[in-house]
């Protein structure tokens, strides 16, 4: 069996912009994704508010993805594929693209570069980088017109830091929509989705991983 880690913030974690709750198990993008995949196991790690590489200490845990990501890499490994779907904390908090690009980035040189063990051989998960929906006009004030164009920046954004780092990216620009109800998350319609448009990519890599 395979192993596969989820890895991003209240998208991923299944935040409802109707309740504030959480979305149902089964609508959830990283479960949605389990379910069409053949002999892979899916860890869905996905924390609100998380964010590529920044701190925020008025928050109740860290926030910081890449101080904890080593952590659970140690923690869930063997993995054969890391699914990193972050930026859109660091957007609304008003670090520009670029910035949340360097940040991809860094996030995957962790991946690539954490090391397991003295005692065991195991290869390096693959990556694959995510660019998120990007906001919407809604019912949040903080989202307006500069912080929607920098969302929609991201998805270019993470296609370079990909290119510059070597792994695959896929874009959700079109696959999913953000709710007006808050302008940052989805429904269980738009995160059901994601699940769904990233199982074809992510069967291909696990597939030439097994198959070299």
Known sequence: MQHVLCFGDSLTWGHCPATSGRLAFEDRWPNVLAAGLENAHVIAEGLRGRSTCRDNDAMPCDMNGARVLPMLLHSHAPLDLVVIMLGTNDIYQGYR????????????EIVQTHRQS??????QPDVLL???PPLVAGADPVVSGPLIAASRRLARMTEMAAMDMGVDWVDMREVAQASELDSVHLDAQNTRAIGMALIAPVARLLAARAHP
Not at 118 to 123: F, S
């Open 97 to 108: 693209p670029d910035q949340v690009a360097a940040g991809l980035r860094r996030l995957v």
């Open 118 to 123: 003295r005692h065991v051989a195991w290869a």
């Open 130 to 132: 995510v660019a998120p």
